[in-house]
């Protein structure tokens, strides 16, 4: 019989007992098992009876190290600056001069629902604000806003006659 690598072999005796051993390498008529004192040794594939077919040999598991976790300690007033540079810097992109940003939260002292509401405008003074519960929304919504009143917006003509 043919045996694969990793396959586990017993040796055929009379009464079944045969010690079972891991095959390392196998050819057509021979195979390399270790021998009771853990060397490797040739024998005679017709010596044996397959047990089961190429099982891994369980090793022993030992406890792997956990990878360290480090978090990084911000303040409130941190998370919140990093946050508003982010929109000030996707709105680089537009002409504004100016914008603002209000966080509103609101709730009873009582129980857990509290609504926080986000206000973008692009001027200190509230023009073309845009309101919403999720402040990544919301910027995006300003700056849709922003692009269509652009796009749209009246051509001027000069007193010479040339549009601008």
């Not at 508003?84 to 709105?91: G, Q």
């Not at 700056?143 to 009143?149: A, F, M």
Request: proline share 4%; charged share 25%.
């Amino acid at each position: 019989m043919k045996f694969n690598e990793g396959d586990l072999v017993r040796q055929i005796t009379e009464d079944g007992t045969g010690e079972i051993k891991s095959v390392h390498l196998a050819t057509d008529n021979t195979i390399n098992l270790k021998n009771s004192i853990g060397e490797l040794e040739w024998y005679d594939s017709c010596d044996y009876e397959l047990v089961t077919s190429n099982q891994k040999v369980m090793e022993p598991k030992f406890p792997q190290p956990q990878p360290q976790h480090q978090v990084a300690i911000v303040s409130f007033e941190g998370s919140i600056q990093r946050e508003v540079k982010a929109i000030r810097e996707a709105l680089k992109v537009t002409d504004l001069s100016t914008f603002r940003v209000k966080i509103e939260a609101k709730g009873p002292l009582n129980s857990g629902e509290i609504k926080i509401t986000y206000e973008i405008s692009e001027s200190e003074y509230g023009g073309n604000t845009v309101y919403g519960d999720n402040i990544r929304e919301a910027l995006s919504e300003m700056l849709r806003r922003h692009g269509w009143n652009s796009a749209n917006a009246p051509t001027a003509i000069s007193y010479d006659g040339i549009p601008t």
